[in-house]
């Protein structure tokens, strides 16, 4: 008898994984499940959503004439830039709003690396 003889339709069942081997349970006890990731995050959506944050950060960051008009416009960014990701992660690819998200956090880093160096060697917080 064939061991695909119990599925009751032509696919295998969620989470089954063909050429797995796994360990003999110990008797008496039940085996151990295999999981999966339903929606694995490939290579390709990531590399673009990390491209588009990388874009939006550097459009809106070059409308600040100053580093008070830079860091205002970053934190703009990376605030409308984590909402989309939070909606991606929803309602879209997944994929693309790590990517998003990976980039807001770096560009939002590099603005507050030269944020922290003004206040440093100046002794004056720039942003108020």
């Known amino acids: ?3 695909h003889a ?4 032509s696919t295998p069942p969620a989470g089954w994984l063909p050429h797995v081997r796994t360990p003999e349970p110990l008797p008496g006890l039940p085996p151990r499940p295999v999981y999966r990731e339903a929606h694995r995050i490939r290579t390709g959506p990531l590399l673009s959503g990390a491209g588009a944050a990388a874009l939006w950060f550097t ?4 409308l600040g004439r100053d ?3 830079y860091a205002w416009w970053t934190i703009g960014a990376a605030v409308s830039a984590w ?3 939070a909606v991606l992660t929803l309602l879209g690819d997944r994929g693309v709003a790590v990517g998003v998200a990976l980039a807001s956090g770096v560009g939002l880093s590099i603005a ?11 002794n004056d917080w720039p942003l108020w």
């Open 83 to 85: 909402f989309a990701a």
């Open 6 to 9: 119990g599925w009751a339709g």
């Open 59 to 62: 459009l809106f960051g070059s």
């Open 112 to 122: 507050a690396g030269f944020v922290g160096a003004r206040w440093i060697t100046t």
């Open 1 to 3: 008898m064939s061991e």
């Open 67 to 69: 580093l008070f008009g």
